[in-house]
Structures are given as C-alpha cells and as structure tokens.
C-alpha cells in the first residue's frame, strides 16, 4: 500500500508515552512489517533516535501541506538521530522487512 495521503482522526505521535513533563515527552514508537501508526500531528519540535528497522514510510495527512505534504520512503540507519521541526501531519509505515523502533522526544520548550 502506497497511497499518497491518509485521513481520518489525528491520534498520538507514537506508540507508547514513556515520560512526560514541562519540558519534554519522550515516546516509543514500536511498528511491526506493515504497521502504522495513526494519523498525527507534530505540535512541538522534536528528535526521533532510531533504534532498529530497515525501511520507513511516511504517509501524509489530507490536512498536511508544504515539505510535509509528501509521501516518503527512507532507508532505515539504526543508531542515527535527527533532529526535526514541528508541522507535519502524517502517519507513519513500517515498510520494511525487520521490527521498527524509534525513540519520539517532543521538545515542549
């Protein structure tokens, strides 16, 4: 499946909140081959760190627009972090062969 644009209801960032505080929530985000996460809007800027995976998918909302409004395919590198701005809504896809995890931070501040 690669549709251009998903809807629906927007839910969480990830997977599993793991801390949440003034400053910070930190996520797991755990996928399966094939799973998605819902529908989700980044409100914060945030740093995903990259656990483990091969290939990702990012599917973008109905509601998206600019450079988040594009669907896009990456290769996994485990052990890389990155470092993003807040907007986009999107879900994401575990495209690949292996389990995807990935560690969510929204910085709050």
Do not use: F
């Not at 990830?14 to 819902?38: C, S």
């Not at 091969?54 to 988040?68: F, K, L, M, Q, Y």
């Not at 290769?75 to 969510?104: C, M, Q, S, T």
């Amino acid at each position: 499946m690669t549709e251009k644009t998903c809807d629906g209801p927007l839910g969480d960032v990830a997977t599993k909140l793991l801390h949440e505080d003034d400053q910070v929530k930190i996520w797991e985000m755990a996928l399966a081959p094939g799973e998605q996460t819902a529908p989700h809007e980044h409100k914060h800027d945030y740093i995903l760190v990259i656990i483990e995976g091969d290939r990702i998918a990012g599917v973008p909302h109905v509601r998206s627009e600019g450079a988040s409004a594009k669907y896009i395919e990456a290769e996994v590198d485990p052990g890389a972090w990155y470092k993003l701005e807040k907007g986009g809504i999107e879900l994401a896809r575990n495209i690949g062969e292996k389990y995807y995890r990935e560690i969510v931070i929204e910085l709050k501040k």
